[in-house]
């Protein structure tokens, strides 16, 4: 072994070497963080999933008793349910909305630099602080919403946040006001695509629709494919505006699947349990990424292939 | 001299091997005291520590602007009495007090003193065992100390006969009054004699509420904040735990499933609490209370006339062009045939079990609660009252400009509030009672927003409520 290395180190070289010591230098407090303070609780949570535990006393071993509980549990499935319908309204949404503004923003027009900064900019504001301005958007009697529903529209709006029917749609609409960073991918990914494309497009008399459908959105479908897989998974961890705005009601239709699991962890004081719910939706966003990898080959182009 | 080198593969040993320590270490059973033996501590001693050394002792609490100014003050006075001793404070937002209480406790650094937080499930701690049980130092006092307190101050934490935790503030429950708007609408005060055996029923509560009522104006003479299955139940003669579970402080059911007396009571009670808004139309709704609550406090606003709740209602900032009453609260059933609902939000404070400083720790918990120096700048910051029956008095009447209410008023209905106080809010000493409320919660939105009735919703609930409760049972493993 020491011959092999001998030959390696060699091989590799005084400058090398250097950096490789540099490398595992500037890695380490990565590395020991993940290790200690994120490795170490993920697989200690998989463990005490199989046990009662409240973090205070001993955890006793029960096997699969949290899991089969959960399958048990009435508002599991309902906070499942309610996140699974958050996450088709809020990522489709997102994805047509943040796709039709990047095409807007994209367009070479005086002061685009500035309409860029407007629509990234609530991207960089706090979830609670976007929470409670929201709930002065969505108030029924004195909120902007309604408001211009009713001005504009003639429309009385509903109660957004306290009618069973309309608390999800109101946080989808919420969801808007977060794609500010998809908003500037979908540009980045716009501005790479080569102009040689759309001259020779239009030198064979393409149109902007058919540049858009044949050209454009063909060549943008890995950022979409990018954006729908980080959408999905993070629209399963939605908790702050739940938490902030509705406390997961009225009647627990806005009980949203990680707000059921810290109200387990930290109210109920069963972190086994809850334990076991975090590793269930770990399992249902690798299937969902499973299945979008899968029939990502059906729809996403990739130049290079 | 040759150099020890590390290649990445030893270096990937390493950290395999620091993460299979800490994997090992988080997984490894724990020395701690099981649940629900509650460990005992020794009569007070002289600690160990020297004289010459002060002893250091953590007190955790809420952050809350006003409640960390009297704490970092209360602190001073304390050590200024006690130089021997030095007071840390940790300040932790409402909704981390308890996950951080819990993971200090169990990595073995929790405060010596655990002070107000935010759900304060003060029960569910001493079932585990965090708390010590204060009997044997409240024993040692003079018999002066213990007759000083009010009773339920000093029963409301004690379970199966031992002494959970001190309170020591006290906020009553009652119905908080905007004086100017009954003066607008000429309407008579409200009662304040908790002693009154007639009470104040709800039909007369309903009926002052329709004079202060102006829906049209989105002016409204009432609103029960209490929401909460427990009051109502109460208020209409019964109630939803059994005395062994109050005793015990472990919720092992809700009467109403097995009493039809306690089941009619909450559907009753809860039928009432849902018809002022949809049939006497005396309170908001629950989306107009939520538009008019953004504005601010409804009863400091006049949005309301009466509001039903704790004595927060008059806490803060008072607007100077209005006047602000107190009075009893409402009895429910027909005719006032129920009872007047008699109960209070105590505070307490709890020594950690694993303190290596009991006697420091008490010295720090008898001082909050009991001696005038520190209930005077308590009241510098909350109206909060004291437990202490000797400085109730002086401590009102430095207070007295809050209330547009003689002295005197004021003293009999804060003293009749506490004197006939029956109990905390279950919140505090139920175990098990926090996933009940939720459920609760739940199920009577749907009364509240008038797409269910009463029955409906309590037939719907009280499975939903067991079912939580045998969950906590079989987790507790008593």
């Given at each position: 072994m020491n011959l092999a290395m001998t030959k390696r180190r060699t091989r590799l070289g005084v400058q090398a070497r250097k950096e490789e010591r540099a490398f595992f230098l500037f890695i380490s407090p990565w590395l020991v963080g993940f290790i200690f303070f994120t490795a170490g609780p993920i697989l200690a949570s998989f463990y005490f999933s199989f046990n009662f535990y409240d973090v205070v006393t001993p955890a006793r071993w029960v096997g699969l008793l949290n899991y089969t509980d959960l399958l048990k549990d009435e508002l599991f499935w309902q906070s499942l349910k309610v996140t699974a319908i958050y996450s088709v309204g809020s990522v489709a949404l997102g994805i047509l909305a943040s796709l039709f503004i990047a095409l807007l923003l994209n367009?070479?027009?005086?002061g685009v630099a500035v309409f860029r900064t407007i629509f990234y900019l609530?991207?960089?504001?706090s979830g609670v602080a976007v929470s409670l301005l929201w709930m002065w958007l969505l108030n029924?009697?004195?909120?902007m919403v309604n408001f211009v529903l009713l001005k504009v529209f003639g429309i009385h709006g509903p109660s957004w946040l306290m009618n069973k029917y309309w608390v999800i749609p109101a946080i989808v609409l919420m969801s808007?006001?977060?794609?500010g960073g998809s908003i500037v991918i979908y540009l980045a990914r716009l501005q790479g695509i080569p102009t040689e494309f759309f001259e020779a497009a239009e030198i064979d008399g393409a149109g902007y629709w058919s540049k858009l459908v044949n050209i454009t959105l063909p060549l943008m479908t890995p950022v979409i494919f990018f954006n729908t897989i980080t959408g999905v998974i993070g629209s399963f961890q939605v908790f702050t505006q739940a938490y902030v705005?509705?406390?997961?009601?009225?009647?627990?239709?806005?009980?949203f699947y990680v707000l059921y699991l810290y109200r387990n962890a930290?109210?109920?004081?069963?972190m086994g349990y809850a334990s076991a719910q975090a590793w269930i939706l770990f399992m249902i966003l690798i299937v969902l990424t499973a299945i979008l990898l899968r029939t990502s080959s059906r729809w996403v182009y990739y130049e290079a292939g | 001299m040759n150099k020890t080198k590390m290649n990445r593969r030893d270096f990937l040993r390493l950290g395999m091997l620091t993460s299979a320590g800490a994997i090992l270490a988080s997984c490894a059973p724990k020395t701690?005291?099981?649940?629900?033996e509650v460990p005992k501590v020794e009569a007070p001693t002289a600690t160990a520590?020297?004289?010459?050394q002060p002893v250091k002792i953590q007190i955790m609490w809420r952050t809350n602007p006003d409640e960390n100014k009297m704490l970092d003050e209360l602190i001073k006075v304390f050590q200024g009495k006690h130089p021997d001793i030095t007071v840390e404070s940790i300040y932790v937002p409402w909704d981390e007090y308890e996950p951080k209480l819990m993971t200090m406790y169990t990595s073995g650094i929790a405060p010596d003193v655990y002070g107000t937080g935010g759900t304060n499930p003060y029960i569910e701690r001493w079932v585990r065992g965090m708390?010590?049980?204060l009997d044997e130092f409240v024993n040692a006092e003079s018999s002066n100390f213990t007759q000083d307190i009010f009773p339920v101050g000093l029963?409301?934490?004690?379970k199966k006969g031992k002494l959970a935790a001190l309170a020591f503030c006290i906020c009553p429950s009652g119905v908080w009054v905007n004086a100017t708007r009954f003066d607008e609408a000429s309407v008579p005060y409200p009662p304040i004699?908790?002693?009154?055996?007639?009470?104040?029923?709800w039909e007369e509560v309903i009926a002052t509420a329709k004079k202060l009522t102006n829906a049209d104006e989105k002016?409204?003479?009432?609103?029960?904040?209490?929401?909460?299955p427990w009051y109502y139940t109460r208020m209409w003669g019964?109630?939803?735990?059994?005395k062994e579970d109050y005793e015990s402080?472990?919720?092992?059911?809700?009467m109403a499933s097995s009493d039809t007396a306690v089941y009619d009571a909450l559907v009753a009670g809860l039928q009432a609490r849902a018809d002022t808004m949809w049939?006497?139309?005396v309170a908001p709704s629950p989306d107009t209370a939520n538009s008019l609550g953004q504005i601010g406090p409804m009863l400091k606003t006049g949005a309301i006339a009466m509001e039903f709740t704790g004595?927060?209602?008059?806490?803060g900032d008072l607007p100077k062009e209005m006047k602000f009453r107190a009075a009893i609260n409402p009895k429910g059933g027909v005719?006032?045939?129920?009872?007047?609902c008699k109960n209070i939000w105590a505070d307490p404070l709890e020594i950690c079990s694993?303190?290596?400083?009991p006697d420091q720790s008490w010295k720090l918990v008898r001082f909050i609660a009991m001696e005038p120096d520190a209930i005077a700048v308590e009241g510098k910051y909350r109206n909060v009252l004291p437990v202490s029956k000797s400085v109730l008095e002086s401590f009102i009447t430095a207070q007295k400009?809050?209330?547009?209410?003689p002295i005197e008023d004021q003293i009999k209905f804060y003293k009749g509030a506490i004197e006939q106080?029956?109990?905390?809010?279950p919140d505090h000493i139920l175990v098990g009672w926090a996933k009940v409320r939720d459920v609760f919660n739940s199920a009577t939105e749907s009364l509240w927003l008038n797409e269910k009735t009463a029955k409906e919703v309590v037939d719907d609930m009280l499975p939903k409520a067991q079912a939580a409760i045998d969950a906590n049972l079989k987790e507790l493993n008593l």
């Amino acid at each position: 072994m020491n011959l092999a290395m001998t030959k390696r180190r060699t091989r590799l070289g005084v400058q090398a070497r250097k950096e490789e010591r540099a490398f595992f230098l500037f890695i380490s407090p990565w590395l020991v963080g993940f290790i200690f303070f994120t490795a170490g609780p993920i697989l200690a949570s998989f463990y005490f999933s199989f046990n009662f535990y409240d973090v205070v006393t001993p955890a006793r071993w029960v096997g699969l008793l949290n899991y089969t509980d959960l399958l048990k549990d009435e508002l599991f499935w309902q906070s499942l349910k309610v996140t699974a319908i958050y996450s088709v309204g809020s990522v489709a949404l997102g994805i047509l909305a943040s796709l039709f503004i990047a095409l807007l923003l994209n367009r070479n027009i005086h002061g685009v630099a500035v309409f860029r900064t407007i629509f990234y900019l609530p991207s960089v504001i706090s979830g609670v602080a976007v929470s409670l301005l929201w709930m002065w958007l969505l108030n029924t009697d004195f909120g902007m919403v309604n408001f211009v529903l009713l001005k504009v529209f003639g429309i009385h709006g509903p109660s957004w946040l306290m009618n069973k029917y309309w608390v999800i749609p109101a946080i989808v609409l919420m969801s808007l006001w977060g794609i500010g960073g998809s908003i500037v991918i979908y540009l980045a990914r716009l501005q790479g695509i080569p102009t040689e494309f759309f001259e020779a497009a239009e030198i064979d008399g393409a149109g902007y629709w058919s540049k858009l459908v044949n050209i454009t959105l063909p060549l943008m479908t890995p950022v979409i494919f990018f954006n729908t897989i980080t959408g999905v998974i993070g629209s399963f961890q939605v908790f702050t505006q739940a938490y902030v705005m509705t406390s997961g009601g009225p009647n627990n239709a806005s009980l949203f699947y990680v707000l059921y699991l810290y109200r387990n962890a930290f109210r109920y004081w069963r972190m086994g349990y809850a334990s076991a719910q975090a590793w269930i939706l770990f399992m249902i966003l690798i299937v969902l990424t499973a299945i979008l990898l899968r029939t990502s080959s059906r729809w996403v182009y990739y130049e290079a292939g | 001299m040759n150099k020890t080198k590390m290649n990445r593969r030893d270096f990937l040993r390493l950290g395999m091997l620091t993460s299979a320590g800490a994997i090992l270490a988080s997984c490894a059973p724990k020395t701690e005291t099981p649940a629900a033996e509650v460990p005992k501590v020794e009569a007070p001693t002289a600690t160990a520590q020297t004289a010459a050394q002060p002893v250091k002792i953590q007190i955790m609490w809420r952050t809350n602007p006003d409640e960390n100014k009297m704490l970092d003050e209360l602190i001073k006075v304390f050590q200024g009495k006690h130089p021997d001793i030095t007071v840390e404070s940790i300040y932790v937002p409402w909704d981390e007090y308890e996950p951080k209480l819990m993971t200090m406790y169990t990595s073995g650094i929790a405060p010596d003193v655990y002070g107000t937080g935010g759900t304060n499930p003060y029960i569910e701690r001493w079932v585990r065992g965090m708390v010590l049980e204060l009997d044997e130092f409240v024993n040692a006092e003079s018999s002066n100390f213990t007759q000083d307190i009010f009773p339920v101050g000093l029963n409301a934490y004690r379970k199966k006969g031992k002494l959970a935790a001190l309170a020591f503030c006290i906020c009553p429950s009652g119905v908080w009054v905007n004086a100017t708007r009954f003066d607008e609408a000429s309407v008579p005060y409200p009662p304040i004699d908790w002693t009154d055996p007639k009470g104040w029923s709800w039909e007369e509560v309903i009926a002052t509420a329709k004079k202060l009522t102006n829906a049209d104006e989105k002016k409204y003479g009432f609103n029960p904040s209490h929401a909460g299955p427990w009051y109502y139940t109460r208020m209409w003669g019964k109630d939803l735990v059994s005395k062994e579970d109050y005793e015990s402080g472990i919720l092992h059911k809700i009467m109403a499933s097995s009493d039809t007396a306690v089941y009619d009571a909450l559907v009753a009670g809860l039928q009432a609490r849902a018809d002022t808004m949809w049939k006497d139309k005396v309170a908001p709704s629950p989306d107009t209370a939520n538009s008019l609550g953004q504005i601010g406090p409804m009863l400091k606003t006049g949005a309301i006339a009466m509001e039903f709740t704790g004595g927060w209602a008059v806490w803060g900032d008072l607007p100077k062009e209005m006047k602000f009453r107190a009075a009893i609260n409402p009895k429910g059933g027909v005719g006032g045939s129920g009872t007047t609902c008699k109960n209070i939000w105590a505070d307490p404070l709890e020594i950690c079990s694993k303190t290596k400083a009991p006697d420091q720790s008490w010295k720090l918990v008898r001082f909050i609660a009991m001696e005038p120096d520190a209930i005077a700048v308590e009241g510098k910051y909350r109206n909060v009252l004291p437990v202490s029956k000797s400085v109730l008095e002086s401590f009102i009447t430095a207070q007295k400009d809050r209330l547009a209410m003689p002295i005197e008023d004021q003293i009999k209905f804060y003293k009749g509030a506490i004197e006939q106080a029956e109990t905390t809010v279950p919140d505090h000493i139920l175990v098990g009672w926090a996933k009940v409320r939720d459920v609760f919660n739940s199920a009577t939105e749907s009364l509240w927003l008038n797409e269910k009735t009463a029955k409906e919703v309590v037939d719907d609930m009280l499975p939903k409520a067991q079912a939580a409760i045998d969950a906590n049972l079989k987790e507790l493993n008593l």
